[in-house]
T-cell receptor
Framework: GDSVTQMEGPVTLSEEAFLTINCTYT??????LFWYVQYPGEGLQLLLK?????DKGSNKGFEATYRKETTSFHLEKGSVQVSDSAVYFC????????????FGDGTTLTVKP | GAVVSQHPSWVICKSGTSVKIECRSL??????MFWYRQFPKQSLMLMAT?????????EQGVEKDKFLINHASLTLSTLTVTSAHPEDSSFYIC???????????FGEGSRLTVL
């Protein structure tokens, strides 16, 4: 079945550091890939997405490229801020799994001033 | 983007009572909504898929009689935790997929504490 594996956390960085959170997936066909972010005490919200191979999703300085050859969708940001502290979830959607998405376990990021 | 709203944001109840959590899609119609439970270590557990006008589809290991799901309209799904016990204390989140694109819109979450 489908699966998503995320880099284990927690990740602690200093402000302005470079961020990478690794995400790899297993799925048949051509899934759409997503990064969701959850700020403390809130639900999740979409951060960025990519629907086909080599697409790059970007938002708020974050980027991720859909790499089919390595089945990866790593999240990157060149310079993190304290306000980026949150839990990040990688997810995939194939459209044939009764509409369900498959999520990774989440990675907690803490950015210190 | 589309908006999904949950209510209440937090609720405290006594053991043995039932609690209802509502999930509404405010600006779109959602034939399918999803209910999750989030544990303290942050992972999301899909509990069930709520289908408008039909029975919910529960994930393996989720008690149907414990977690009652009703999706009576295209904009409202409810989760009722029946005879709640302290081990049911958790953060419950709903989501909806607005146009079968795979993009999910999440509610704000509901923190349940059972005393």
């Amino acid at each position: 079945g489908d699966s998503v594996t995320q880099m284990e956390g927690p990740v602690t960085l200093s402000e302005e550091a470079f961020l990478t959170i690794n995400c790899t997936y297993t799925a048949t066909g051509y899934p759409s890939l997503f990064w969701y972010v959850q700020y403390p005490g809130e639900g999740l919200q979409l951060l960025l997405k990519a629907t086909k191979a080599d697409d790059k999703g970007s938002n708020k300085g974050f980027e991720a490229t859909y790499r089919k050859e390595t089945t990866s969708f790593h999240l990157e940001k060149g310079s993190v801020q304290v306000s980026d502290s949150a839990v990040y979830f990688c997810a995939l959607y194939r459209g044939t799994n009764a509409g369900k998405s498959t999520f990774g376990d989440g990675t907690t990021l803490t950015v210190k001033p | 983007g589309a908006v999904v709203s949950q209510h209440p944001s937090w609720v405290i109840c006594k053991s043995g009572t039932s609690v209802k959590i509502e999930c509404r899609s405010l600006d779109f119609q959602a034939t399918t909504m999803f209910w999750y439970r989030q544990f303290p270590k942050q992972s999301l557990m899909l509990m069930a898929t709520s289908n408008e006008g039909s029975k919910a589809t529960y994930e393996q290991g989720v008690e149907k009689d414990k977690f009652l799901i009703n999706h009576a309209s295209l904009t409202l799904s409810t989760l009722t935790v029946t005879s709640a016990h302290p081990e049911d204390s958790s953060f419950y989140i709903c989501s909806a997929n607005s146009a079968n694109t795979g993009e999910l819109f999440f509610g704000e979450g509901s923190r349940l504490t059972v005393l």
